[in-house]
C-alpha cells in the first residue's frame, strides 16, 4: 500500500503544483516509486511542470469510462520511477465529480501500486479538494507568507475539519445537530465548525470521541512558500498555534521554503528546479522539507470513504 500525501492549499498561486512535483523527483531520486496524481481538475497542469507531451490519457478517461483501471491512465515521465496521472483534457464536469465518482476514484487511487503518490489537489474548499485531502492522515497545507494566502490556508483547514465532522453525519441528523448548535449559541452558530463540534461532544458524545481520535491521528503539516528575506519566518508555527487553540488540530510547521525568482526560470525552460539550480537557498529548504516527508513514512495511511 503506497502512502499518500495529499497537498493542499487554500488560494492559486502558493505553490503547490511546484511543491509536488519537487517533492516527487526528491522521492522518485531516493528510488521510490512515485506517482503524482493531478487532481486539480479545472486547470490540471502537471504535464507541463513534469516536461511530458501532452496527454492522450488522463482521469477524465477513468472517471468517464467503465472498463478503464486506474492504473492504464499513468503515464510515464522524463524522470526514471516517476510517473504521472493527467487530468489535462478533464472539463468542468469533472471538475464537479459526483460524489459515488469520487468515491470510486479515491478506491483505486488506494489500491495503486506504487510507494508513493502525491496529490496536486485545486484551490479552494470545493468537496473534491477536502475529500480527497481527508483520503489519508499525512495532507500537507502550503501557504505564502501574503495575509490572503494566509487567511485562505486557515479557511480550508477549517472546512477539511467541518468536512470531516460532516462524514459522521446524514443529512437529517446533521440538520438536528445544527439546530441544536442554533439553540445553543445562536444564530449563526451553525456555520462554524467548533460550536458545531462542542454540540456534537455534548449530544453526540461517542461520534465526539471518534471525532477526537481522528483529529488526534491527523498528522497534517504546514510549508509556508515564497518567504521574502523580510517576511516572518514565524509565521508557520503562529498558524499552527491558531489553528491548535481554535479547532485542536496538531499540525506540524514543516518549514520554510525561501523565495527565488529562479523558480520562474526553472518552469518557463520545463526544468526541474532543484536539478538546474541546487545550490540556491530555496533548493536547499526543498530537500529538508523531501527529508521531512520520506522520514514521516513510518506510519500508516488512512482512508475515508464515508
Ligand atoms: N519558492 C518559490 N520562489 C519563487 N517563485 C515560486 C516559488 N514557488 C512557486 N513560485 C511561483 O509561483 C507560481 C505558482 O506556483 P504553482 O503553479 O506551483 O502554484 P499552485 O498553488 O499550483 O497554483 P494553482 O492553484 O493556480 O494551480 C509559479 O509560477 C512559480 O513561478
Ligand atoms: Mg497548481
Not at 521554503?257 to 526560470?265: K, M, N, S, T
Request: hydrophobic content about 40%; overall charge neutral.
Amino acid at each position: 500500500m503506497a502512502y499518500i500525501w495529499p497537498i493542499g492549499g487554500g488560494k492559486g498561486g502558493s505553490g503547490k503544483s511546484f511543491l509536488t512535483c519537487t517533492l516527487g523527483l526528491l522521492l522518485a531520486g531516493l528510488g521510490k516509486r512515485t506517482l503524482i496524481i493531478d487532481l486539480d481538475l479545472g486547470a490540471a497542469n502537471l504535464h507541463t511542470f513534469l516536461n511530458v507531451p501532452y496527454p492522450t490519457k488522463s482521469l477524465s478517461d477513468f472517471i468517464r469510462k467503465k472498463n478503464t483501471p486506474l492504473e492504464s491512465i499513468v503515464l510515464e515521465t522524463p524522470v526514471p520511477d516517476l510517473f504521472l496521472i493527467s487530468g489535462a483534457n478533464d472539463t468542468l464536469d469533472v471538475a464537479n465529480l459526483p460524489y459515488e465518482q469520487k468515491i470510486k476514484t479515491m478506491r483505486a487511487i488506494a489500491k495503486l501500486n506504487f510507494d508513493c503518490i502525491l496529490l496536486d489537489l485545486g484551490a479552494g474548499t470545493s468537496f473534491n479538494t477536502l475529500d480527497f485531502f481527508l483520503i489519508s492522515q499525512n495532507g500537507i497545507f502550503i501557504a505564502t507568507p501574503e495575509p490572503t494566502s494566509v487567511e485562505n490556508v486557515y479557511r480550508l483547514i477549517r472546512a477539511i475539519y467541518f468536512r470531516r465532522i460532516r462524514q459522521y453525519f446524514t443529512v437529517a441528523d446533521f440538520k438536528v445537530l445544527e439546530d441544536a448548535t442554533v439553540r445553543y449559541f445562536g444564530d449563526g452558530a451553525y456555520a462554524k465548525p467548533e460550536y458545531i463540534m462542542q454540540t456534537v461532544k455534548k449530544n453526540y458524545p461517542e461520534t465526539g470521541l471518534k471525532l477526537e481520535n481522528d483529529f488526534a491521528a491527523y498528522k497534517f503539516k504546514l510549508i509556508i512558500n515564497q518567504l521574502h528575506k523580510q517576511d516572518d519566518a514565524g509565521l508557520g508555527p503562529q498558524i499552527c498555534r491558531l489553528v491548535d487553540k481554535h479547532l485542536g488540530i496538531k499540525i506540524v510547521f514543516s518549514g520554510n521554503i525561501a523565495y527565488d525568482e529562479h523558480v520562474h526560470d526553472a518552469i518557463c525552460q520545463r526544468v526541474s528546479f532543484i536539478d538546474r539550480y541546487p545550490y540556491t537557498r530555496t533548493a536547499g529548504d526543498l530537500r529538508e522539507l523531501g527529508k521531512q516527508i520520506i522520514y514521516s513514512t513510518g506510519d500508516q495511511m488512512m482512508i475515508n470513504y464515508s
